[in-house]
């Protein structure tokens, strides 16, 4: 942890109130943002959480280019190559208590100290005592199964409450998994923004329940739908006379799946991999999204794919790799007929080039996630399925009927592409329109009408704790969605008739 004396500096608390007079004159003039997201780590690399930030980053520098990024990792020096900007260290939280006090008395002790003089101010805080803006980057963080994370983000949400620093949250996934303790403190960072991203209509809706104000919600794409990819040619996979395989399908299993790489579930998938291969004759090519080295080796996904491919019988047909660049993952995904895969980004980078896809979901946590990409593109429940040891048998013929209709699926995903594009450029004008200062316009319809089923699924919760598995999920979803663009595009007929009569009348009142 980084720390700087107070000796010949100014005092934090008078940055404190230069950042009230700031956020009260000159709220307008963003000049320096401090942006986290769970990055960093030559021996932690986490493709989709890199993939986000990294897309946030352009966002940020497209919307306020003249303002100065300061990035949160938890190996800064690495980051700050990576991504060309000043990285900060995290403040890093670990063996956290269970009822989580102890843990906030140092959060309390840090931002006190940050606010008068003290001598050992962590780096990260002072980046955010000077800056303008803290924008928390998508992912699935704000869960009691990562409670570390949960304990950053509000340190710096405290710190930034103080200091009438405006905090900005995106593409974010809520629990599903929260403790009461947990509960509480996430309340409190999303009460503490001016502007909440979700992906998921169960994130939606738990927002809700902790109440949360509709206004400040933003149903929206994954960060890193768009993100581009960069060409790695060399990994991909070729057959013997040097030729690249047409029919690939891209493969990513996480840790989750199994407990280790000797689990016996990687048998049973294995042999679906093995029918796989036989029927359609494709190339496997797993791509793993998760690098996590240490003293006793890796345990990343890696370790899953060399696990799968020590048990197939046509292990020639299944090329393993090292985990990539986000930029590099996206491409080898995109390059690829077909997507199988446990982890969420791996999805989310398939639909976005109309790949299609079957994900699968080991527990409520990525059931949550996966629907909520695959509700995105309208895609239903037979592109979802449950990697249960009882539910492993079949997957080879799930992925087959997909696979069979990859046109079609195609056709159905392109179709969705405008109305991706249309949604992303809509929230980034509300956001730019947020940045400066100005009160984000949205269509009310569209808005009022997914968050009003956000809020029936949060009331139906109570009653079912997994309503969300329902396949009437999709259904419902896809007749609000439907409704709602009628209604945006009744409304826009209606206001373009307006203005025709009105200039109708206009030229008659200039004629007579």
């Known amino acids: 942890m980084a720390a700087r004396g107070g000796t010949g500096k100014i005092s934090h608390a008078c940055i404190y109130l230069a950042n009230i007079f700031s956020a009260m004159v000159v709220r307008n003039k963003i000049k320096k943002i401090l942006l986290i997201g769970d990055v960093g780590g030559n021996n932690a690399f986490h493709v989709g959480d890199e993939a986000m930030l990294e897309a946030n980053l352009a966002l940020l520098r497209r919307l306020l280019p003249g303002a100065e990024v300061i990035l949160v990792s938890r190996t ?22 269970a009822d989580r006090e102890e843990e906030l008395q140092r959060i309390d002790a840090l931002v006190e100290r940050a606010l008068g003089n003290g001598d050992e101010i962590p780096d990260v805080f002072q980046n955010l005592l000077t800056a303008n803006l803290l924008i928390i980057s998508g992912g699935g963080n704000l869960s009691s199964t990562w409670p570390e994370h949960i304990l950053e983000r509000l340190a710096l949400v405290r710190l930034a409450r103080r200091c009438g620093i405006p905090i900005v949250i995106v593409g974010q996934t809520i629990g599903p998994n929260l403790e009461h303790a947990d509960r509480l403190l996430v309340m409190e960072i999303l009460d503490a923004a001016r502007w909440v991203g979700l992906r998921e209509v169960p994130s939606v809706a738990l927002a809700i329940e902790l109440g949360i104000p509709l ?14 990819g960069r060409p790695c040619h060399h990994l991909w996979p070729r057959n013997s006379d040097g ?46 999204h998760l690098k996590l080295v240490g003293e006793d080796g890796n345990h990343g996904d890696r370790a899953m794919g060399e696990g799968l491919a020590a048990r197939m019988r046509h292990a020639k047909s299944i090329t393993v790799l090292d985990v990539q660049g986000a930029r590099e993952t996206v491409w080898l995904t995109q390059k690829a007929s077909m997507i199988l895969s446990s982890r969420y980004h791996p999805i989310v980078f398939g639909l976005a080039a109309q790949r299609p896809c079957l994900a699968l979901h080991v527990d409520a946590y990525t059931h949550i996630k996966l629907q909520g990409a695959l509700i995105h593109a309208g895609m239903g429940e037979e592109y979802l399925h449950p990697l249960g040891e009882a539910c492993i048998a079949g997957i080879a013929e799930r992925a087959m009927s997909i696979l069979l209709r990859r046109e079609e699926c195609g056709e159905q995903l392109k179709r969705n592409l405008d109305a991706w594009q249309r949604a992303e450029h809509d929230r980034e004008k509300r956001l730019s329109r947020l940045l400066k200062g100005l009160s984000p316009k949205r269509d009310r319809v569209a808005h009022d009408c997914m968050l009003g089923l956000a809020r029936t699924l949060a009331q139906r919760s109570g009653d079912d704790p997994g309503g969300w598995k329902k396949r009437g999920l999709v259904r419902e979803l896809t007749h609000w969605r439907a409704t709602a663009e009628a209604a945006v595009e009744y409304a826009r007929s209606l206001e373009a008739a307006r203005s025709e009569l009105a200039e109708h009348a206009g030229n008659r009142a200039e004629e007579q």
């Open 76 to 97: 800064p020096a690495s980051t700050s190559q990576l991504y060309g900007a000043e990285a900060s260290a995290t403040l890093g939280f670990s063996n956290v208590s």
């Open 215 to 228: 206004e400040k919600i933003d149903y929206q794409l994954d960060d890193a739908l768009f993100l581009a």
């Open 243 to 288: 030729v690249e395989h047409r029919l690939v399908i891209a493969i990513t299993l996480h840790q989750f799946v199994a407990a280790s790489s000797h689990a016996p579930v990687l048998d049973q998938l294995a042999g679906e991999l093995d029918r796989l291969v036989e029927q359609s004759g494709a190339h496997l090519l797993f791509i793993p």
